[in-house]
């Protein structure tokens, strides 16, 4: 069965950084592209970034400005977020997601909660 | 890049009713198109992927149509389960953007 944990999340003050970690299990880790996604509090869906399966290929939603960096460890079956100089509008929860064979997002983690505040 | 509309942003509708949910693409997207369903508190459902494609272990009473600029999720007759809010996205690109939206809610 396929599996996505999200872990990380926390409290952390306008202007820090935070580094989100996405376990994945129950499949060829490998073989898929993956994602992240992000929620604020009572908002939409909004798309961060993406992986493709040998790193080759990332991108990232314009807003974003360069301050997150996407990275996976395949040795590990593990997906990162690096966040820096963080906003109060980065407040959200952030899911990791895996790419399918027909390449949507088919399997999605519970979530992680990061809250940027003084 | 791409932008993702949806209408209505609120639908209210009974057991039963059919219900049509539109999402529009600020430019063609082939059908690079897919539909999900997420319920307070957990993560979003993947129903409809290639703007057609039901997903596995999704029931018939969802089908999606559409291509280029213009698409629908449609739900045959509307069951408790399906009270829900409802988002598109493209994808398959160098950006995936979702619509902001639709809730279903009960008349």
């Known amino acids: 069965e396929v599996h996505l944990l999200e872990s990380g999340g926390g409290l952390v003050k306008p202007g820090g950084s935070l580094r989100l970690s996405c376990a994945a299990s129950g499949f060829t880790f490998t073989r898929n592209s993956m994602n992240w996604v992000r929620q604020a509090p009572g908002k939409g869906l909004e798309w961060v970034s993406s992986i493709d399966s040998t790193s080759n290929y990332i991108y990232y939603a314009d807003s974003l400005k360069g301050r997150f960096t996407i990275s996976r460890d395949n040795a590990h079956n593990s997906l990162y977020l690096h966040m820096n100089s963080l906003r109060a509008e980065d407040t959200a929860v952030y899911y990791c997601a895996r790419d399918g064979p027909a390449v949507a997002m088919d399997y999605w983690g519970p979530g992680t909660l990061v809250t940027v505040s003084s | 890049d791409i932008q993702m509309t949806q209408s209505p942003s609120t639908l209210s509708a009974a057991v039963g009713d059919r219900v049509t949910i539109t999402c529009r693409a600020s430019q063609s997207i082939s059908t690079w198109l897919a539909w999900y369903q997420q319920k307070p508190g957990n993560a979003p459902k993947l129903l409809i992927y290639?703007?057609?494609s039901l997903e596995s272990g999704v029931p018939s009473r969802f089908s999606g149509s559409g291509s280029g600029t213009e698409f629908t999720l449609t739900i045959s007759s509307l069951q408790p389960d399906d009270f829900a809010t409802y988002y598109c996205q493209h994808y398959n690109s160098y950006s995936q953007p979702f619509g902001p939206g639709t809730k279903v809610e009960t008349k």
């Open positions: 290639e703007a057609s």
